[in-house]
Structure formats: C-alpha cells, structure tokens
C-alpha cells in the first residue's frame, strides 16, 4: 500500500468540445508517463477521432474505463485539451465531477473566461493552464501553444492553396511556364514561420513581415524575403515572451505601408494575435478590395476578432473576388500529430511538476507559478488577479 501512495493516477477524459478530434494523451506517447511512474485512466473512445483505439491504449499499460466520471473519481490529476474556459458551453458539465485538491492541467484561454476560472476555484481545484506558460529555454519542451501553432501554420497553407485559383509552383511545361504563386506571411511567429516553410516548399515565391526586426535572419533562413518597413515598433513583446498590443497610430501606419505588398500577392496569411486580447486589424476591406481576383486570405486569427477587418470566424467570405477563410480550432483537424506534439508537452510538464508521486507546488519556480491559477479555493495566478481586479493584498495566503 505505501507503495501505492507513491504513484500519481492521470486521467485522460474524452474531448466535448464541438469538433474537437485531439486527445491529450496519445497511445504511443502513453508509455513514458508510465515510465516515469505514472498510472494513466483514460476514458473510452477518447482517442478515436485521433485515430487512436481503446485497444492501442490497452496494449501500451493505459486503462481504459467506459464512464467520464470513473476517469475523475480514480485520478489525481486531469488532462485535457480544453478544460472549461475553453470549452464554455460543454465545459461546465465537468464542474460535478471535480473535487477538492483535484489537479487539471489543459488549455483554459483564462484570460478571458473569469466566470468558468472563478467556478472550478470555488470547487478547490489547481489548475495548471498550458497557455501561460513562460517563453523561457527550459520550457521550451511544455510550450503547447507553440506546437499548435505550428500546425496551424501548416494546415493554413494547405487551405489557401485549395482555394487558390492557380498552383503554388513555377512549373515549365509544354504549354508554356506557369508562374508561382506570390505568398505574403504577417506574423513571423512559430505559425507564420511554418507558413512560410510550407509555401516554399510548395513552390510559391514568399514575402513576410514581423514588427521584431530580430526575426528577419529566421524568416530569410527558410528562403521568404522580408518586408521591411520604416516603422518604430519599440517593445513588441512582454516579459513572458508572448506578442504586445500596440497603438491604433502604429497599427494604421503598418496598414499604409503593408497595402502595397498585400495587393500584388495571391495568398496573405495572417497570424498576429494578442493573448487575451482582440486582435490587430492589418487588412482593411479597402485593402481587400485592392487585390486581385481569385486571390485568398487566411486569417489564422479569426477566433479573436480577425487581422482582416473582412474576417469572420468559421466563415468563408467573398469579397470583390477575394476568398477570405475566418478557420478556427485548425489544429484539431490535423487531430494525430496535434494530439502527439501536444502528449509530448505534458510529458514534460508533468515530468517538471511530479515530485515523489505528487504535485509539487513551488512557487519559487517561474514555470508552476505562471502556469498555476488556482490553489485552495482561490485565483493565485497574479496576472489574472491584475486583470480580474483581486486584490493582492492577500496573495501570500493563497501560496
């Protein structure tokens, strides 16, 4: 029996999320949580729409249960793709089935979604939310938001070039050469530098721009040109690593200097986005309006309000001949490898938290800290508490 004790049980529930394929642990991944003295429950079905069976999970140590609420009661600690926060309207049918001191580790968009974080606080549930974690080297291996990205940036390629009238590459052929396609990336982050990898290696002629001039060597390393434009971005980034607001002045500068390179391309993708924030408006109808017809425009950040003033989510729009794509959730229906990368992300989190078949709460550590919300029946996260307007007076107690 106390050896029993030792050994921290992880549930993995099925996703209720509409059109949601991913699973957050996968099978083959499945094994070096066991390795590392973990006892993995997962409920039935959880991995199909990843194209994962129950019997894979069976055969690699998982055990599988029929019910969502034998998942809950036998674990310690839940992971999830989208806990509740994230998935607002089916979320909330989980709040029963957590219980004091339970752990859940998962995308909660918390930022946003003070009601669904102040909930599962009142049931005394830590949670552990992937988006906050600090852009730091020794976190690199638990930055899920990076590999999401990264197949965002891929799949939104695919996407134009499916709506594209013409084909990406330059191609000499009997009836004469057909000329590539002209690709324009906003946004050289993790999902716009994907882009670019993935147009290039279709063949299109790729052009981005990124107000951080530091990224220019990597966006020439992968055969893009970059758009340089005498514009002061100043301090783009926060302290943790992730994408300022700006002014509206700099964002209407961006647009005059940007609508030039916008018109003479066939594809735009657009990737900027500000967590907790509604995104920058880069490509105005005007602007739309100025392309080419059968041209295409991918707006990666549709769910937050959209970098195409145009954009809408979910949606297709045709504008003056223009295909703009509003696509959400993008790395859900690449669900295998998204589920994999992601698994891959745990692991190591879990791996940083676990210590001697527990979680360990140290909050000296940049990465526990920035990740945890909630603790004892309360928010502890002290960005949320800035945002949500706690008080921190009484923060010390919630440690």
């Known amino acids: 029996m106390a050896e029993e004790t030792k050994q921290i ?55 599988v249960v029929a019910s969502r609420k034998d998942v809950f009661d036998k674990s310690h600690v839940i992971l999830q793709v989208r806990g509740y926060g994230a998935n607002p309207v089916n979320g909330s049918s989980d709040l029963d089935l957590l219980r004091d001191d339970q752990s859940v580790v998962s995308f909660f968009e918390p930022l946003t979604a ?21 852009r730091i080297t020794r976190a690199q291996s638990m ?21 594209l009238p013409k084909i990406f590459p330059m191609l000499m052929t009997a009836a004469g050469t057909i000329s590539p396609a002209r690709v324009f990336v ?19 002629v790729v052009k981005a ?3 951080r001039p530091a990224v220019k060597e990597q966006v020439e390393s992968l055969g893009a040109t970059f758009v340089e434009m005498e514009i002061d971005a100043g301090d783009s980034e926060d302290k943790g690593g ?21 018109a003479e391309s066939d594809v735009v993708i657009t990737t900027a ?48 001949g223009v295909t703009i794509l509003g696509p959400i959730n993008l790395p859900s229906t690449v669900p295998f490898h998204a589920s994999q990368m992601y698994s891959r992300n745990l692991l190591a989190f879990m791996k940083h938290l676990v210590k001697e078949g527990k979680i360990d709460f ?38």
């Open 9 to 63: 049980i992880v549930g993995i529930p099925k996703e209720t999320f509409l059109n949601e394929n991913r699973v957050a642990v996968t099978a083959d991944i499945a094994p070096l949580f066991i390795k590392s003295g973990m006892k993995l429950v997962v409920e039935s079905g959880a991995g199909l729409n990843a194209g994962i069976s129950d019997e894979f999970y069976k055969e690699k140590g998982v055990e």
């Open 114 to 134: 003070k009601n669904e974080i102040n909930a599962m606080a009142e049931r005394g549930v830590n949670l552990f939310a992937v988006e906050m974690m600090p």
């Open 143 to 163: 930055d899920a938001l990076s590999s999401m990205a990264t197949i965002a940036g891929y799949k939104a390629v695919l996407l134009a070039s499916d709506k």
């Open 186 to 204: 906003i946004g050289a982050g993790v999902a716009g530098l994907q882009a670019i990898a993935t147009a290039k290696r279709l063949g299109a």
């Open 209 to 211: 721009y990124d107000v």
């Open 242 to 262: 992730y994408a300022k607001a700006m002014d509206e002045d700099f964002y209407r500068r961006q647009r005059e200097l940007m609508a030039k390179v916008v």
């Open 273 to 320: 986005a500000i967590p907790g924030k509604t995104a920058p408006i880069l490509i105005t109808g005007e602007m739309v309006r100025g392309m080419k017809r059968g041209s295409v425009i991918v707006d990666l950040a549709a769910e937050r309000g959209g970098n195409c003033e145009l954009s809408q989510p979910e949606k297709t729009v045709v504008e003056n």
């Open 362 to 399: 140290n909050m000296d550590d940049e990465i526990t800290r920035d990740t945890l919300l909630t603790r004892r029946g309360k928010i502890t996260n002290s960005r949320l508490r800035e945002i949500f307007g706690i008080d921190s007076g009484s923060k010390k107690e919630d440690q």
